[in-house]
Structure formats: structure tokens, C-alpha cells
């Protein structure tokens, strides 16, 4: 029977410690950017303002005002004629309703929701660009420890050759040879060095974390996984996604828009006011006064044909269908693109186990051309050329590991899921 387990991208063996327990994750160097990132934080401001602004006030709330006044006259060329002081005081409150009061709720909900997804999307994007960052620093640093490992061993194979010259026991051409592998191999290792600083730079400036300071997971200790197909991941999260959400969302707001119109070009609307106020003057002593007022308004904008009312319903209902329309494209472009990146994750996978098999085969010619070059049966230059073959192999290697995690985290944005929730089927 099959069991679906959840398992994590990063296997922590328990019998040994792959790497450090302070190496920094990525999903720990995206937390780090979120906090840091200027882009992000100014997103975020934005969205709890836009939350904040919509959900300011209720429809259904009376509107209230207070107000007073204190007055007085006098005649200047007639310092005697001074009139005494009046006061007043009134207070108002007026309520109006109509019939898209009642979906004003919804709307809300849509606005807010739509800022959310605005808002996620960002937030893929932040943690897509971390997760690049976050890679190349790792594949950098692993080529650089590659190309020390060519350079001393190039290094020394030099110091032997030239003790060996003096001595007449090796050609020139072999001293050149090895001079000139030397160089290829100083200046791979200073290139890819160069490249580490580039990355650090790029990763600090993203996350605020200066990575020369910290670990990071070793590429060994990734796994690749064995995934469930397309069509099972599609109907598992599909209407988890990002993507879907957005076009579903896109769609209700369409329909309230469309309802909206109705309601106005049909529904009558009501609106009631009431004010009273309250005044002392010398002439009139105190003095009050009530007013009250109702209306109701019916519109009949909705039952002239080509009204303006009209042509907006007509247009809302064609949004629909086109939003309609634009979920299902979006649910097969959904489905194709898990297709497509399961499709390289299949061929990564292959290739890294090619790659292995092949490294593994590049590392026995290398050490039987040394031994035949040290018996006298091969020359230094094939030492060399197999010395370069192992090296490529290593680097492609290196290649295909890093393109295999970030092809598992496009995936993961793609399902709006964590890498740690990607699942595998055991039978």
C-alpha cells in the first residue's frame, strides 16, 4: 500500500553530522531579507495601510455632527450700540442606505484579498531572488574549494617537474607544460574567487547577512527526491496556489461589479436626516427647533435600454466571462508548468547521476595516466588533459546539484508550498 510521506529537502543524518548545526539555511536567509529588505518592508507598509483605509468605516453607521457658536455686535462711531451676545447650538445625524450597502462587506473582502496576493507575490519573487542568491554563493564557494584543490595540485606537480628538469630526468616541453597548467590553474582559482565576492556582495545587499561570516549547507547534504506525478500535485494544491487565487479573486470581483451595477441601476435607495438646535439671544431669549427628512430615490436608469446603467451591466457580465475564462487558461498553464519543471527535475536528476558515474570513471583515468606517466608510458600532457577532464567533470557536477535545488524551490513557489512540504510516494 502506498503511504505518502512528508519529507524535508535537507536530510540531517542522525549517525552523522553532514554539516555544522550553525550553517545558515535558506529558508533562514530569506527570513533575514524580509526583515532587512527596504523593497519588502515598504510592500508590507503598504498593504497593512490599504487594509487599514478599507476597513475604516461601515456602511451601515449613521454619520453625526455637533456644533456651536457664540456671536455678537457693535457699532463703532456708536460705542454704546453694542449688542449682547448670542449663542446656539445644533446637533445632526443623517443615515442613508442603498441596496449595494449590502455587498459592501464583500467587496472589502476582495480588495483585502487581492492586496494579500499582491503582497505573496512579492514575497515569492523576494524569496525567489534569495534562493538564487543563496545558491550561487553556495555554488562559488564550492568551485573555489574545486579550483584550490586543481591549483595545489598543479602547484606541485610544477615543483616536481622542475626538481626533475635540473636534474635532467624531465624534458622542457614537460616543464612549459606544467608551468602552463599552473597558470590555467591560478587563474580558474582567482576567477571563481572573484566570482565568491561578487555573490557575497550581491547576498548581503539582499539579506544584510555577511555570508564570508557564516556556514552553509553543504551541497551533499540535498537529496533528490522521488516526486509524485503532475496530476496528483496539480489536484493536491491547486487551489492553494498563488496564481489560482489571484484569477479566482479576479473573478468575484468581476461578479460584485456586475451585481453592484444591478443594484444600482434597479434598487431604490433611502436616506433620513435629523437635526435639532438649540439658541439663546437677548431679543429672543431661548429658542429651539427640530427638523426631520426622509427620501427615498428610485432609479429608472435600468429600464431604459442602452442606458448608461445599461451598457455597464452588459460590460460587467463580459468581464466575467473573460475572468471566466482567464481561470481555466490559468489552471492548464498551472498544470503544464508543473509538467515542465518536474520534466527537468527528471532530467537534472539523471544527468547528476551521469555525472557521478562519469566523475567516478574521470578519477580512475586520472590516477592510471599518472601512474603510466610516472612508469614512462604516457606523457604529461595526457596527465594533463585528464587532469582537466576531471576538473570539468567536477564543475558540471557542481552545476547540476545547484540547478536541481533551484529547480525544487520553482516548483515549491509554483504549489505556494514549502520545499519541507513536497511529498514522495513509497510503495
Do not use: C
Amino acid at each position: 500500500m502506498k503511504k505518502i510521506i512528508i519529507i524535508s529537502l535537507l536530510l540531517i543524518s542522525i549517525v552523522s553530522s553532514a554539516f555544522s548545526s550553525d550553517a545558515l539555511t535558506i529558508e533562514e536567509s530569506y527570513a533575514e531579507a524580509k526583515a532587512n529588505n527596504k523593497s519588502y518592508s515598504l510592500a508590507l507598509l503598504e498593504y497593512k495601510n490599504f487594509v487599514n483605509e478599507e476597513n475604516k468605516e461601515n456602511p451601515f453607521l449613521p454619520s453625526i455632527s455637533l456644533s456651536s457658536s457664540i456671536s455678537t455686535q457693535a457699532r463703532m462711531i456708536n460705542e454704546q450700540s453694542i449688542q449682547s451676545p448670542s449663542f446656539s447650538l445644533s446637533a445632526g445625524a443623517s443615515f442613508s442606505l442603498s441596496a449595494t450597502s449590502f455587498i459592501d462587506k464583500e467587496v472589502k473582502n476582495a480588495n483585502n484579498n487581492e492586496a494579500l496576493l499582491s503582497l505573496t507575490s512579492t514575497e515569492e519573487t523576494l524569496k525567489s531572488s534569495v534562493v538564487e542568491a543563496y545558491l550561487n554563493l553556495l555554488l562559488y564557494r564550492e568551485a573555489v574549494k574545486v579550483s584550490e584543490e586543481s591549483y595545489e595540485k598543479a602547484s606541485s606537480e610544477y615543483t616536481s617537474i622542475l626538481s626533475s628538469y635540473n636534474e635532467g630526468l624531465s624534458s622542457e616541453l614537460e616543464l612549459k607544460q606544467s608551468e602552463l597548467a599552473l597558470k590555467e590553474a591560478e587563474t580558474k582559482h582567482k576567477e571563481n574567487k572573484r566570482e565568491l565576492e561578487s555573490k557575497e556582495r550581491a547576498f548581503y545587499l539582499l539579506t544584510g547577512i555577511d555570508s564570508s561570516k557564516v556556514n552553509l549547507i553543504s551541497l551533499d547534504s540535498f537529496t533528490t527526491l522521488s516526486l509524485i506525478d503532475a496530476e496528483t500535485l496539480f489536484e493536491n494544491y491547486k487551489e492553494d496556489t498563488t496564481l489560482v487565487k489571484s484569477a479566482k479573486n479576479s473573478l468575484l470581483t468581476k461578479v460584485l461589479e456586475e451585481k453592484s451595477g444591478k443594484l444600482s441601476a434597479y434598487a431604490p435607495s433611502f436616506s433620513l436626516s435629523a437635526n435639532y438646535s438649540l439658541g439663546y439671544s437677548e431679543s429672543s431669549n431661548l429658542s429651539d427647533s427640530l427638523s426631520l427628512s426622509a427620501t427615498v430615490s428610485i432609479p429608472i436608469d435600468g429600464y431604459i435600454k442602452n442606458s448608461a446603467y445599461n451598457i455597464k451591466v452588459k460590460k460587467a457580465e463580459n468581464d466575467i466571462e473573460e475572468s471566466k475564462l482567464s481561470l481555466s487558461i490559468t489552471y492548464e498553464t498551472l498544470l503544464n508548468d508543473i509538467k515542465e519543471v518536474l520534466s527537468s527535475l527528471s532530467a537534472i536528476k539523471e544527468s547528476i547521476e551521469l555525472q557521478e558515474s562519469k566523475n567516478e570513471n574521470l578519477q580512475y583515468q586520472e590516477t592510471l595516466t599518472k601512474e603510466m606517466y610516472e612508469s614512462g608510458s604516457a606523457s604529461y600532457q595526457s596527465l594533463v588533459e585528464s587532469h582537466a577532464a576531471l576538473l570539468e567533470g567536477k564543475y558540471s557536477l557542481l552545476s547540476y546539484k545547484v540547478n536541481y535545488i533551484s529547480k525544487l524551490y520553482t516548483l515549491s513557489t509554483l504549489l505556494s508550498v514549502e520545499v519541507e512540504d513536497l511529498l514522495i510516494i513509497n510503495n
